[in-house]
Nanobody
Framework: VQLQASGGGLVHSGGSLRLSCAVS????????LGWFRQVPGKEREGVSA????????DYAHTVLGRFTISLDNDKKTGYLQMNSLKPEDTADYFC????????????????WGKGTLVTVSS
């Protein structure tokens, strides 16, 4: 599986960005798609995930109410709409997919894409 994240950039505090994650390759199906972020020197944080089967979602408490995850199964693309951005949201954002659905999404991702950098200025 190959994943390509895009949509990062520089935005002022309070602004919005939408990240996209294009999924291709084999296997062609997966149980969940997730977004993670990491700041140099800090642990990677699970931001949000969505089930490809029933559309159920989960969010980190730090982004709840501001970020919205979605998935277009036909286009095999996941999205992360980020509103009311704060300087502390600045990070490298990664998407990943969970193929087997065995472990909780924060620990069970099987394939990862390269990050897209989000910078929020104050």
């Amino acid at each position: 599986v190959q994943l390509q994240a895009s949509g990062g950039g520089l935005v002022h505090s309070g602004g919005s960005l939408r990240l996209s994650c294009a999924v291709s390759g084999s296997p062609s199906t997966y149980k969940a798609l997730g977004w993670f972020r990491q700041v140099p020197g800090k642990e990677r944080e699970g931001v949000s995930a969505i089930s490809s089967q029933d559309g159920s979602t989960d969010y980190a408490h730090t982004v709840l109410g501001r970020f919205t995850i979605s998935l277009d199964n036909d286009k095999k693309t996941g999205y992360l709409q980020m509103n009311s951005l704060k300087p502390e949201d600045t990070a490298d954002y990664f998407c990943a997919v969970d193929v087997d659905g065995i472990n909780p999404w924060r620990y069970g991702m099987d394939y990862w894409g390269k990050g897209t950098l989000v910078t929020v200025s104050s």
